[in-house]
């Protein structure tokens, strides 16, 4: 079994910052890939930001320059530090890894629960 667990969100007020993690944990031989998605209220889920293992990013054009996504491989976590927040990045925040175990050699896309972030204007 693989969990992850987000931490970080909260109520902010525009132009403010906040820093969300994500620790994976469980029977985890490898973590590849690590992401976070967001969802607006009435919109589909969309990518944010994304970390490869060797620490390539990328980025959804909205968050590029205030956004910075970042891991720890030794703690199995993954960072999103959020600057200059705007009413429009109000949404539930989600963890994406994409993780072999050592009962599945299979890379598999595991999800966190989500955490909150709501930006007041």
């Known amino acids: 079994q693989v969990q992850l667990v987000e931490s970080g969100g909260g109520l902010v007020q525009a132009g403010g910052s906040l820093r969300l993690s994500c620790a994976a944990s469980g029977n985890i031989l490898r973590i590849y890939a690590m992401a976070w998605y967001r969802q607006a209220p009435g919109k589909q889920r969309e990518l944010v930001a994304s970390?490869?293992?060797?620490?390539?990013?990328n980025y959804a054009d909205s968050v590029k320059g205030r956004f910075t996504i970042s891991r720890d491989n030794a703690k199995n976590t993954v960072y999103l530090q959020m600057n200059s927040l705007a009413p429009e990045d109000t949404a539930v925040y989600y963890c994406?890894?994409?993780?072999?175990?050592?009962?599945?050699?299979?890379?598999?896309?595991?999800w966190g629960k989500g955490t909150l972030v709501t930006v007041s204007s």
């Open positions: 970390i490869l293992n060797g620490g390539s990013t």
């Open positions: 994406n890894a994409r993780i072999s175990t050592t009962t599945n050699y299979s890379a598999m896309d595991h």
